[in-house]
């Protein structure tokens, strides 16, 4: 694969839909969501595509795949038409993806972890109004294992950006940034 890999991760309700959207929009990255290969999922047994059901469909896959599914994502996306040369995954949660992610694509993939506060992602949570995110709290969808583990993905990454004090344009570009550093080292 010779595409540059853009894998976001972060806590919830830290803008990474929305940075997402701008890097696809802006930047000319396509986007490869985790979220639809879940409901994809959830629709083929039956279920309806809540959060909780989401987030358990994430769980199976990993122990059934050890994390794989992600990479098989990232695969696929790799051999549409035109060649995309730069792919942003919306979202990792667990480290063995981004470790595995990087061990597999040497130099070609990069971590963009984002943050912010967490009166902010309640905030911002409370006033999605996501059909699957409606039914669960703020506090039970953050007190996920899922959840608990984003928190700690900070130390994996090659970007930490809070978009509480960046807008999700300047976050989108400091993420281009970081793309046309790596090309100039020879990453």
Not at 11 to 16: D, F, L
Not at 51 to 59: A, F, K, S, T, Y
Not at 128 to 135: E, F, I, L, Q, Y
Not at 158 to 180: G, R
Request: net charge positive; proline share 3%.
């Amino acid at each position: 694969m010779k595409s540059r890999v853009v894998l976001l991760g972060g806590v919830i309700a830290a803008g990474k839909t929305t940075l997402a959207a701008d890097l696809v929009a802006c930047h000319g990255f396509t986007k490869v969501s985790t979220r639809s290969a879940l409901e994809q999922r959830a629709a083929s047994k039956g279920l309806a595509p809540s959060r909780n059901i989401l987030q358990d469909m994430g769980d199976e896959l990993d122990a059934e795949t050890n994390g794989v599914w992600v990479l098989d994502q990232i695969e696929l996306a790799s051999l549409q038409e035109p060649f995309p040369a730069r792919l942003l995954l919306d979202s990792v949660r667990r480290d063995f993806q981004i470790k595995r992610a990087k061990a597999r694509w040497p130099n070609q993939v990069f971590y963009v972890h984002l943050v912010v506060p967490l009166d902010v992602a309640r905030s911002r949570y409370e006033g999605r109004n996501a059909k699957s995110d409606v039914t669960v709290p703020f506090e039970q969808a953050k007190a996920s294992a899922t959840e608990q583990h984003a928190d700690t993905l900070s130390g994996l990454a090659d970007l930490v950006l809070d978009t509480s004090s960046n807008s999700s344009k300047a976050a989108a570009a400091s993420v281009a940034m970081l793309l046309a550093s790596a090309s100039t080292r020879g990453g």
